[in-house]
């Protein structure tokens, strides 16, 4: 099974994630660290950044690739300076990965903080995104044999903001925007993350988890749930 965390931006999805991870050796994570090869570094890490490029273009996944190139030409409907011709490809590869470790993945559980849905509601924010181009992208990855359970990590707005805030990070584009422009891309991220969860996503298993508990009671709960 893959347990895909989604939620805003800063809610803490990156630490219920490492937490599991290091009380539970046998389930496998994935996310945007293992996606750039943040352990990594000189050659290793150059052979990593080659090799997510050249695995949009395998026969099994280039289908899913023209899917998410497509969704990613739509015009954009907001600028938060969070999105970019640059910004676009590495999203796009991004999503391929997931992708690929979705389809590859052959163990029990397979866990990231930023899977499809998450990557979906970015796009969603940033672009005037068609239904079916949603639609096509959706399709195609619940044809895989493995089944994905969602969990939502419920946490307001205000909460987040403080949160990305206190974090000081300067390693995303969110991390960049500041006051009014970041409270107005949030609460176009939680109402698009409403829509892809109801509509999009309605069919698939999920378990909602509050964000404001501790990370002990919020690991506890996943574990629960993915143990019955």
Known sequence: MILELNGLPGCGKTTVKQEIAAENKDITVIGVAEFR?????????????ISRFFIQFLPKNFGFYRKCRRLFSNPSAARYGTSSFYEDTISIMYMVYLFHSYRKFKGSYLLTDEGILQSLASVCTEKNVSLPALEAV?????????????????????????RINARNRNDSAIDKLKGEELTAYLCSYEQQLKVLREKIFKHYISMNIDMCQTVGSQVTLIMERIKK
């Open 37 to 49: 090869g943040k352990n990594l570094s000189g050659f290793s890490k150059l052979l990593l950044i």
């Open 138 to 162: 959706t399709e195609q990855l619940a044809a895989l044999n493995n089944s994905i359970m969602l969990v939502h990590c419920d946490c307001n707005t205000e909460e987040s903001y403080r």
